[in-house]
């Protein structure tokens, strides 16, 4: 007798991350870092930082830090406006337990606060 497939755990967190300049991170020349929004898969926001600064260790990038706005419905209850576009992203990194970047902004000289970047 097969067991009924559980319902999955996994939600999707929105991330934004500061990474600093490594050799071969494929920023533009000149910049001293940059800013990504992410939407990253986890159980909960602690596993979905982990893999998103994996994942960006591996493509050779430096990660400096990360803040976390929580998941879709959080941020909709705090009057965030989502496009229909970063939710299709959202529900592709749910779909494919994926961490997407959902953008990136390159930094010249000090970098921007990173509340900046999110809207």
Do not use: C, W
């Not at 999955?8 to 940059?34: C, F, H, M």
């Not at 929580?70 to 909709?76: V, Y």
């Not at 939710?87 to 921007?112: H, K, S, T």
């Amino acid at each position: 007798m097969a067991n009924p497939k559980k319902p999955s755990r996994q939600q999707v967190y929105t991330l934004v991350v500061q990474i600093g300049r490594k050799a071969g991170d494929g920023l533009p020349e000149g910049a001293s870092g940059a800013g990504l929004v992410v939407f990253a898969s986890g159980v909960d926001e602690a596993e979905a930082v982990r893999e998103t600064v994996a994942v960006l260790k591996q493509a050779e990038t430096a990660p400096l830090d990360v803040t976390g706005y929580g998941t879709l419905a959080e941020r909709q209850a705090e009057g965030h406006e989502i496009s229909e576009e970063e939710q299709g992203l959202m529900q592709r990194a749910l779909d494919e337990n994926a961490v997407i970047i959902a953008q990136m902004e390159p930094f010249y000289g000090d970098a921007p606060d990173p509340d900046a970047t999110l809207q």
